[in-house]
């Protein structure tokens, strides 16, 4: 089948590539013409594992193509897939302005039945505006005979395992008012479903108001398991243990119940609050999503709580070794990463900071770059611990869960660990004489 899909990020690009996977002959289009310089040229612009390989060999095997123009992208296209931005705006909505001007676009060239996917992440009634945008335009080249049809599509990949959540999800859903188009877009994604995963039809808004719930649920999960834990460490509880004790519950279950400093990233943290504000625009408080949000931004200063209690406000003659700045492991992406919080907030106290991450680095640079000499970069995880007062751990990249904390202890200048992701074992850092503070395990350390 043709494709064409608007957007060349995390998800379009992650999108275009497992389709030409497939078969399926693929345009992939983006404004960034850098950014599309560089793909033709075999450079990804984003770190996410296994991309690259996928996307050189179906560019090299004639089935993925990348360009600046629409139009070009558009031509035989039997969907086009929009997969732009929609970041928060000020209030917490999300900013739709990406995705309306794709739909004009569309609207102006397209000259054939098509069948527009909303694979952003958009909010309820987007179908219908993209769609009524889309009329307008034709209607304006006296084409409002031409049958373009619209559909919700959001994506559920998580960075870090894109590659694999795409080639093979949980489920696919489909929002959609018309039975042919919903059959075409299920004989799209059969491939993709052949471990009988379900493709589930659902009408449009439903479809849109689905992804907002599965992120919520799962913010609301983080966020619960972060308030329990601030009370294990209130009261002498090890919250490891609590959530063995409960997510062996069957109705409960294990995911998404590791205590630590909170969700970053460019979804949680604005789908959330794009929900809330969704609830106020139609008379709907949506109290437990907003305290999952106020919690989770009170979490990301846990660590700070800590290090307050160590040794006060002023840490003007402490050097801070960072392991881990992108917002989870296997990815580059820095949006709304805990670290930049935390970083900053050291640096407006007086500490250095050394850091080390293994693909963040570029993103990280331009961020801290405001801090001149303040933050210096390592280029490995040892480097960053050498002649420092305390090693926090931010990001659970797999280098860093088994150390060598003997080499550690060597190097560090005090056997200091801040640990925001709960990796190491307590009760052996006591014993190897490190002082260690975590998150909801610290009864270990009174
Ligand atoms: P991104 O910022 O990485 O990529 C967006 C791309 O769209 C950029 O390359 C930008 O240049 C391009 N773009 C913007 N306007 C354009 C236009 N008019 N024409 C062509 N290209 C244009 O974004 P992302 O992380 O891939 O997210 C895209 C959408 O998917 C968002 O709505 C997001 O919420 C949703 N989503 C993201 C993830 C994720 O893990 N990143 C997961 C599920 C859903």
Known sequence: MNICIVGTGYVGLVTGACFAEMGNHVWCVDLDTEKIAGLKAGVMPIYEPGLKEMVIRNSQEGRLFFTSSLKEGLSDALFCFIAVGTPPQEDGAADLSAVQAVAQAIGKIVDQYLIVVNKSTVPVGTADL???????????????????????????????????????????VIGSDNVRTLELMKRLYEPFVRNQNPIIGMDIRSAEITKYAANAMLALRISFINEIAGLCDAVGGDVAKVRLGIGTDSRIGMPFLYAGIGYGGSCFPK????????????????????????????????????????????????????????????????????????????????????????????????????????????????????????????????????????????????????????????????????????????????
Request: hydrophobic share 40%.
């Open 130 to 172: 993209v769609k009524s945008i889309i009329r307008q335009e034709l209607k304006a080249r006296g084409m409002e005979s031409l049958e373009v049809d619209v559909v919700s599509n959001p994506e559920f990949l998580k960075e870090g395992a894109a590659i694999e959540d795409f080639l093979r999800p949980d489920r696919v």
């Open 271 to 446: 789908d959330v609050r794009e929900l809330v504000t969704c609830g106020h625009r139609h008379g709907v408080p949506m109290n437990l999503v907003e305290m999952a949000h106020h919690v989770n931004e009170r979490q990301k200063r846990y660590l700070l709580g800590l290090i307050d209690k160590r040794w006060g406000e002023d840490l003007s003659d402490k050097v801070f070794g960072i392991w881990g700045l992108a917002f989870k492991p296997q990815t580059d992406d820095m949006r709304e990463a805990p670290s930049i919080i935390i970083i900053n907030e050291l640096v407006n106290r007086g500490a250095t900071i050394k850091a080390f991450d293994p693909e963040a680095f570029e993103e990280a640079k331009k961020i801290f770059y405001c801090h001149g000499d303040k933050i210096q970069f390592s280029s490995n995880m040892l480097d960053a611990v050498q002649g420092v007062d305390s090693l926090m751990l931010l990001t659970e990249w797999h280098q860093f869960r088994q150390p060598n904390f003997t080499d550690l202890k060597q190097v560090m200048r005090q056997p200091i660990i801040f640990d925001g992701r709960n990796q190491y074992n307590p009760e052996q850092l006591q014993q190897l004489g490190f002082e260690y503070f975590c998150v909801g395990r610290n009864r270990y350390g009174k």
